[in-house]
């Protein structure tokens, strides 16, 4: 096999005869041979007409991870170590002429993000995406399309090692350069980290409408997950009014239906029922890890959700009931049951007055003339909507429309 210093003396093959190189010494696991090289094409003397096709060959076949390419089951020829080393070296190599290089730079930065992905190094796979500049023309060129997905990845890398307020920051990057023609992969991918950023900080009612409006972009296994999602995140958030009103939507949604206990659960708490220790042993099955965090009172995120909805369901049974009588009720202590309540009311999510003297809570009606008739608006509303998401699951041609 000819040495570089050949292989750069020679004619029009020479792009050739370095792929080749590249490839034999890669099949050799020749990391000193593969490092070195990087200094010799960045060289002045190389032409860039063959020293950037060449390097760009380097960043695909030195750091290359198969699953990238759609190919499964199949093992990187290098050790994952050596790839980042290489990787790093390249990108340290190539600064002082990296305005030259803006391109291959871009490739190996690309690739390196993959290997530290196999390497489940989500947080760094991220850091190499985020030091892709924005303002080169080579991005520029690329368009928006390229800026939301690249921000998506980074987002979505975060979110992998549950670092959900730099997923936020990135997620919120994107949003603004979204727009509804935009291919329906970017707006799926978009969407579902969106979901699982709100999830992870526990924005529960956002977290929610975001699985519910991905239900309408998947088939299949897909959409039956972001229904369950949907329904988990809508039950763990604050009781009120905002949730009230996405229960029904999700309830009237006929492909809930199919959910079973989900289902069962999501009908109790859209009718208002209190919810005993079995429905609760049921939703925890489609719990993740922070979904039971400890709040500040001491209560997991469901404990709480589960206890706000059932003080909401005693005030559709109730005029009146003491302290002592809600506690019990809720299955917490009276003063705590006091608290609840209280900060409730004071959001506005709960209708009535702390009587403390009788040490009672009293329920005001909500049923004026108004209100029913608001309650009408908000039925016929949520009917048509059911309605538009069904034709829209029959004609997906029409999302846009």
Not at 56 to 74: C, F, K, T, Y
């Amino acid at each position: 096999m000819p040495t570089l210093s050949e292989i750069s003396k020679g004619g029009s093959d020479r792009v050739e005869q370095y792929k080749q190189w590249i490839k034999e010494k890669v099949g050799d696991k020749d990391a000193n041979s593969l490092r070195e090289f990087v200094g010799h094409i960045i060289d002045d003397e190389i032409p860039l007409s063959v020293s950037r096709p060449v390097l760009s060959e380097w960043a695909s076949v030195v750091l290359d991870i198969p699953e990238s390419r759609g190919v499964e089951d199949e093992e990187p020829v290098l050790p994952h170590e050596m790839m980042i080393d290489l990787g790093v070296h390249a990108l340290d190599t190539m600064t002082p002429r990296i305005s030259s290089f803006q391109e291959q730079a871009l490739l190996i930065r690309e690739c390196l993000s993959w290997v530290y992905q196999d390497c489940k190094e989500w947080s760094k796979a991220a850091e190499v995406l985020k030091r892709i500049p924005l303002d080169t023309a080579t991005v520029s060129e690329k368009g928006d399309v390229y800026k939301v997905d690249l921000f998506v990845k980074i987002s979505r890398l975060y979110v992998e090692d549950e670092d959900y307020y730099q997923g936020e920051t990135w997620i919120n990057k994107a949003w603004p350069l979204m727009k509804a023609d935009m291919d329906q992969h970017i707006q799926l991918q978009f969407n579902a980290c969106f979901a699982r950023v709100h999830d992870g900080k526990r924005k529960f009612f956002d977290a929610a409408r975001k699985y519910y409006e991905l239900s309408h972009l998947v088939q299949g296994d897909e959409q039956a997950y972001a229904l369950k999602k949907a329904i988990v995140c809508v039950m763990l958030s604050d009781a009120g009014p905002q949730r009230s009103r996405l229960l029904a939507t999700l309830y009237k949604d006929e492909r809930t239906q199919s959910l079973n206990e989900l289902y069962r659960i999501l009908q109790k708490m859209f009718l208002d029922r209190i919810l005993r220790p079995s429905d609760v042993g049921e939703v925890k099955e489609h719990l993740l890890p922070h979904h039971e965090a400890i709040t500040a009172d001491g209560s997991t995120v469901l404990e709480r959700a589960v206890m706000q909805h059932n003080l909401r369901s005693a005030s559709q049974l109730y005029y009146n009931i003491s302290f002592d009588e809600l506690g019990a009720l809720l299955d917490i202590p009276p003063h705590k049951a006091e608290r609840v309540a209280a900060k409730m009311i004071s959001e506005g999510r709960l209708n009535g007055t702390i009587d403390q003297p009788k040490n009672m809570l009293i329920f005001t009606s909500d049923h004026t003339a108004i209100n029913q008739w608001d309650q009408q608006i908000a039925n016929a509303c949520n009917t048509v909507s059911a309605l538009a998401d069904k034709i829209v699951s029959l004609h997906p041609e029409y999302r846009n429309a």
